[in-house]
Each structure stands twice: as structure tokens, then as C-alpha cells.
């Protein structure tokens, strides 16, 4: 990747650190007080003074609602408006009780989220005339929850007296225009998308210039920063987003940009668990792990992180924690360092390699289906797996898992279960 270089950001003397705050952390006014109140309490740690950054999803069940009012209009456009219409007034009432008597703060963002929402609202009837629903429009609709999101926790840390920016990702992070349409699927392993990490240091330049002057040295406290995770645009300029459970991605992303000492994910459970708590009942969360296990246990169903967050981190060496908003005092998951012994770091703990326990956690992938080919005939013969998976490749089917007997008469895949009838038919 290429090195990011240091901007107006860099000039305190502590590092930044960057903490995350999904959905299920942002579901209400007074988990909004308790995140922002988190933010401020991480901001002064043992007496510090240390450069805090905030990105943040929408409110909890918010895309979802937004994704919904697009896919309503091909059909029922006055349903559609009025979804809307209670998607913006939701977010309007979650910021009124956060921040109560306070119009010279929450003014401007309730005027900002009505206009996002008549914005939205002009461009329902061209979905219902089309019938169909263009995945630029459903991106663009979707990512406007983290927009309000940033805004709303924006306010409530204005409102206790801290000096804070909030950042619009479309005006800073860039990706390329090759970026896939469409959001994807929750939890879905999508495509890393690379950011064009020099436009967007350039202009996290200028949007620091334009709100802080462009000054920052070690005698000033670092303000804070809100940043809306999800959204990006394209190096054309067309909002688009980094998918389902992208907004982890965009968390890494700027830690990296930021250089940050760490990055903390805020979720509503203890860190990485063994196994899933609510099938296991006995299983506990994990103190330490390598990288190379979280993107094994993400890859294979768990949800706690997703793979491509992590790579960022391991570009520059970040560690990131897991740790549950609703008991900031447990000390959850650190992930940092390398599995293979060819590829640790020396600046490694003995922890983050701790091979007393061979098998760290156990986890799933449900909805799967088996396909198996099998046959004597083709016993020794050269090519079979390679055919197999060319069929496969050329029906648009994902292999998620591969196993060949050692004898060679069978090969078995792993698909998504979605996809099974389809995997059948052109291995056919």
C-alpha cells in the first residue's frame, strides 16, 4: 500500500486512537449518551489528553428501514414517502432526547435530515416508474443513516462542551470507480476495496484546513472527530459505499490514515468468544489472538469482526480491541500479530501467540449445502478438480470449502446453500 503521509492531524504528542460504534450501539438516545460519554472517558484516560476519533454506523435497524423505503416505491410510492418521512422523524427524536433544549445545536441537523429526507423523497417517483430499483440510488439512500448518525453523536459532544468535527466520509474517503454496485449482504465477504489512500489523505487535509485552520501542534487538546463509517465516494465522485458490514473497513481505514494506536470496536458482547454464546452456553471470551485467527473465525461465520477490517491493521501494525459497550470494564479481545512463525513480529507478545490451547474457538456457517462428485472413472485422472472448479467459476458460484479424498474418487464443495441447485447444474 502506499504510505500515508502525515498531515495537521499528526502534530500532538499523543497517537490517535479510533473507536467504532456499530448499530446496536446507537439504538437509542441513551446509547448514544453512553457511547459519546465512552468517547470522552477513552479522551482523558490515566490523566491524558489523547487524540480521539469516533466512526460510527447508523442507528440501530436505521439502514435497513432506509433500504426499505426504496424497494417499497417500485411498488407503493405513498408508503414509501411515508417510511421516510418516519425514518428521518425517528433519527429527529432521537437527537431532541439526547440533546433537549439546545436548538442552536440540533437546529442545523434536524434541517439537514429533512432535507436529506425531501431529497430522497424527489427521487421515489423515478424508481416507481422504473420499477426497479438502481443499486447507485439504494447505495446512496442507505448511507444516509451514518450521516445522521455522526451528526446526532456530533451534537451531544458539542452539547457537554467538547470541541469536535464531524466528517462526511463521501467528501474524504475515494475508492475507484471499478467498485462494485449494490450493498451486498449482511456479514457477506465481499471484495477488498482498496482506497486511493493519497487522494484521500489529501483531502482529509483539506477538510482539517477548512474546519480547524489547518493547525495543530502539542500545545492544543485535539479536538474530536466524528466520522460516518459505510459511506465513500467513487474517484468520479458518485456516493457509493464499502457494502454490508463495511463500516468495521472504515474504521481500519482511518485508523490507518491517522496512524492511531489502536482501534477499538464497541460491541454488545465481551470481545471474540470461543464459540457462539448463544449456542454454547459456556463459552467465554478469548484475552488475545493473532490476526490470522480473527480472519479464520470471521471467514468461517463469526461476526464479531470482518476480514477485510483487518487488513489495514495489519499494514501498519494497529492492534484493535474488542470490547462491549455495555461493560467498558471488561478488557475483551486484543488482536495483533501473525499466526505462522514465519511471519510474526517481533514486537509481539508472548500472548498474542499463546498456543496452550490448540484450537482458540469453534465456529459455523449455517445455511450450507454439500455438493460431491464422485466416480471411479475419473480415478488418476489429470484435471478433474480443476474442470470442477471452472464450472463452477463459470456459474457464479462461491466456494467457501474444498475437501478431496485422499484416494482421489471424490471431491466435495462447499456452497452457499442459495446457491446449491445452481453449483449441482453446472457441475452437470
Given at each position: 500500500?502506499?504510505?500515508?503521509?502525515?498531515?495537521?492531524?499528526?502534530?500532538?504528542?499523543?497517537?490517535?486512537?479510533?473507536?467504532?460504534?456499530?448499530?446496536?450501539?446507537?439504538?437509542?438516545?441513551?446509547?448514544?449518551?453512553?457511547?459519546?460519554?465512552?468517547?470522552?472517558?477513552?479522551?482523558?484516560?490515566?490523566?491524558?489528553?489523547?487524540?480521539?476519533?469516533?466512526?460510527?454506523?447508523?442507528?440501530?435497524?436505521?439502514?435497513?428501514?432506509?433500504?426499505?423505503?426504496?424497494?417499497?416505491?417500485?411498488?407503493?410510492?405513498v408508503a414509501a414517502e411515508a417510511k421516510m418521512?418516519?425514518?428521518?422523524?425517528?433519527?429527529?427524536?432521537?437527537?431532541?432526547?439526547?440533546?433537549?433544549?439546545?436548538?442552536?445545536?440540533?437546529?442545523?441537523?434536524?434541517?439537514?435530515?429533512?432535507?436529506?429526507?425531501?431529497?430522497?423523497?424527489?427521487?421515489?417517483?423515478?424508481?416507481?416508474?422504473?420499477?426497479?430499483?438502481?443499486?447507485?440510488?439504494?447505495?446512496?439512500?442507505?448511507?444516509?443513516?451514518?450521516?445522521?448518525?455522526?451528526?446526532?453523536?456530533?451534537?451531544?459532544?458539542?452539547?457537554?462542551?467538547?470541541?469536535?468535527?464531524?466528517?462526511?466520509?463521501?467528501?474524504?474517503?475515494?475508492?475507484?470507480?471499478?467498485?462494485?454496485?449494490?450493498?451486498?449482504?449482511?456479514?457477506?465477504?465481499?471484495?477488498?476495496?482498496?482506497?486511493?489512500?493519497?487522494?484521500?489523505?489529501?483531502k482529509l487535509d483539506q477538510w482539517w484546513e477548512?474546519?480547524?485552520?489547518?493547525?495543530?501542534?502539542?500545545?492544543?487538546?485535539?479536538?474530536?472527530?466524528?466520522?460516518?463509517g459505510f459511506i465513500c465516494s467513487t474517484t468520479?465522485?458518485?456516493?457509493?459505499?464499502?457494502?454490508?458490514?463495511?463500516?468495521?473497513?472504515?474504521?481500519?481505514?482511518?485508523?490507518?490514515?491517522?496512524?492511531?494506536?489502536?482501534?477499538?470496536?464497541?460491541?454488545?458482547?465481551?470481545?471474540?468468544?470461543?464459540?457462539?454464546?448463544?449456542?454454547?452456553?459456556?463459552?467465554?471470551?478469548?484475552?488475545?489472538?493473532?490476526?490470522?485467527?480473527?480472519?479464520?473465525?470471521?471467514?468461517?461465520?463469526?461476526?464479531?469482526?470482518?476480514?477485510?477490517?483487518?487488513?489495514?491493521?495489519?499494514?501498519?501494525?494497529?492492534?484493535?480491541?474488542?470490547?462491549?459497550?455495555?461493560?467498558?470494564?471488561?478488557?475483551?479481545?486484543?488482536?495483533?500479530?501473525?499466526?505462522?512463525?514465519?511471519?510474526?513480529?517481533?514486537?509481539?507478545?508472548?500472548?498474542?501467540?499463546?498456543?496452550?490451547?490448540?484450537?482458540?474457538?469453534?465456529?459455523?456457517?449455517?445455511?450450507?449445502?454439500?455438493?460431491?462428485?464422485?466416480?471411479?472413472?475419473?480415478?488418476?485422472?489429470?484435471?478433474?478438480?480443476?474442470?470442477?472448479?471452472?464450472?463452477?467459476?463459470?456459474?457464479?458460484?462461491?466456494?467457501?470449502?474444498?475437501?478431496?479424498?485422499?484416494?482421489?474418487?471424490?471431491?466435495?464443495?462447499?456452497?452457499?446453500?442459495?446457491?446449491?441447485?445452481?453449483?449441482?447444474?453446472?457441475?452437470?
Open positions: 500500500a502506499a504510505p500515508v503521509n502525515a498531515g495537521a492531524w499528526s502534530k500532538f504528542d499523543e497517537k490517535w486512537e479510533v473507536h467504532k460504534f456499530g448499530g446496536a450501539s446507537l439504538r437509542t438516545a441513551e446509547l448514544y449518551k453512553t457511547c459519546g460519554e465512552l468517547l470522552r472517558s477513552e479522551a482523558s484516560r490515566d490523566g491524558g489528553s489523547i487524540p480521539t476519533c469516533a466512526v460510527v454506523s447508523a442507528a440501530g435497524g436505521m439502514t435497513d428501514d432506509l433500504v426499505s423505503v426504496v424497494r417499497t416505491s417500485v411498488q407503493d410510492q418521512q418516519a425514518a428521518a422523524q425517528r433519527q429527529i427524536d432521537l437527537l431532541l432526547e439526547l440533546v433537549p433544549g439546545r436548538p442552536e445545536l440540533t437546529g442545523p441537523v434536524i434541517s439537514n435530515i429533512r432535507k436529506d429526507s425531501e431529497g430522497v423523497t424527489s427521487m421515489l417517483t423515478a424508481v416507481g416508474l422504473m420499477r426497479s430499483v438502481p443499486p447507485q440510488m439504494e447505495e446512496l439512500v442507505a448511507g444516509l443513516g451514518e450521516v445522521w448518525s455522526a451528526q446526532t453523536l456530533m451534537c451531544y459532544l458539542k452539547a457537554a462542551g467538547e470541541k469536535v468535527g464531524w466528517i462526511d466520509a463521501r467528501d474524504v474517503l475515494v475508492v475507484p470507480d471499478s467498485a462494485s454496485g449494490g450493498l451486498g449482504e449482511k456479514g457477506q465477504a465481499f471484495e477488498t476495496i482498496q482506497p486511493c489512500w493519497d487522494t484521500t489523505t489529501e477548512g474546519t480547524f485552520g489547518g493547525k495543530a501542534d502539542s500545545s492544543t487538546r485535539a479536538p474530536f472527530l466524528v466520522i460516518t468520479s465522485g458518485r456516493p457509493t459505499t464499502l457494502k454490508r458490514s463495511g463500516s468495521d473497513y472504515s474504521a481500519t481505514i482511518f485508523a490507518k490514515l491517522l496512524d492511531a494506536s489502536r482501534v477499538v470496536f464497541w460491541k454488545d458482547v465481551d470481545g471474540v468468544y470461543t464459540a457462539d454464546p448463544r449456542r454454547v452456553p459456556d463459552a467465554f471470551s478469548i484475552k488475545s489472538m493473532t490476526f490470522d485467527e480473527a480472519m479464520e473465525l470471521a471467514y468461517f461465520g463469526g461476526q464479531v469482526l470482518h476480514p477485510s477490517a483487518m487488513v489495514p491493521c495489519i499494514e501498519r501494525r494497529i492492534p484493535v480491541l474488542v470490547r462491549n459497550v455495555f461493560r467498558p470494564w471488561h478488557p475483551g479481545t486484543r488482536v495483533y500479530g501473525r499466526g505462522d512463525e514465519r511471519l510474526r513480529w517481533d514486537d509481539q507478545e508472548p500472548e498474542d501467540t499463546d498456543n496452550a490451547v490448540p484450537v482458540k474457538a469453534i465456529t459455523s456457517i449455517e445455511k450450507i449445502a454439500v455438493v460431491t462428485l464422485s466416480g471411479a472413472s475419473f480415478l488418476g485422472t489429470r484435471g478433474v478438480a480443476q474442470r470442477m472448479m471452472e464450472a463452477l467459476a463459470t456459474c457464479g458460484v462461491n466456494v467457501i470449502l474444498t475437501s478431496q479424498g485422499s484416494s482421489e474418487h471424490s471431491i466435495t464443495v462447499a456452497v452457499d446453500e442459495a446457491q446449491g441447485d445452481a453449483a449441482e447444474e453446472g457441475v452437470r
